[in-house]
């Protein structure tokens, strides 16, 4: 069972905890975290939603998650990308996008420039079945196609003129 801290409205801790998969109440809120993640050279890294997901089975997406009792944004957005990727990164290492309130939870978006191999991904059972890297033209095309998540399509159009800036930036202080 996952356990959330509870935000308010003005984004502070309540001190009550949520259990994933039950209703939040009204003005009652999550963190939620997700990360583009460069190659420095002009590609962007996508994940494929597990089959067995409830939500966008089988659609691409960047990594995320929501964060756990007592972590910050930034622990969970190392975490997340870690348990979904194998990427290990260091909290701060990753540049913090924007933050946003969507629904019933507060998102922080994060860009992180980390090469690696797709020999080296690691997909998590149950939550990732494949990866790849894609050009943002390619990732166009996908989101133009509807293969990607459509909350993932809506936030990447949002982002697409400081992804292309960031992805051509080589090394830690894209």
């Keep these: ?33 997700c990360v583009w993640v460069s190659d420095g050279a002009g590609r962007i890294l ?5 089959p067995e ?7 691409w997406e960047n990594s995320g998650g929501a964060a756990k009792m007592g972590e910050t944004s930034r622990q969970a957005i190392a975490r997340e990308l870690w348990e979904e990727t194998g990427i290990r990164a260091g909290e ?12 019933d939870a507060f998102f922080d978006f994060y860009f992180l420039c980390h090469p690696v191999p797709l020999t080296e ?34 936030r990447y159009l949002l982002h697409r003129q400081r992804l292309t800036q960031l992805v051509w930036q080589k090394g830690k202080n894209a």
């Design 92 to 103: 701060k290492e990753f540049l913090f996008l924007e933050s946003d309130q969507i629904k």
């Design 121 to 154: 991904i690691v997909l998590q059972p149950g939550e990732t079945s494949d990866a790849k890297w894609v050009t943002l033209a390619e990732m166009d095309e996908m989101v133009d196609s509807g293969v990607v998540a459509t909350p993932i399509a809506k």
């Design 46 to 50: 996508l994940t494929l939603r597990a």
């Design 1 to 33: 069972m996952e356990l959330l801290d509870i935000y308010n409205a003005n984004r502070q801790k309540t001190g009550r905890v949520h259990r994933r998969g039950e209703k939040l109440g009204k003005g009652e809120y999550i963190l939620v975290v």
């Design 53 to 59: 997901k409830t939500a966008s089975p089988n659609t």
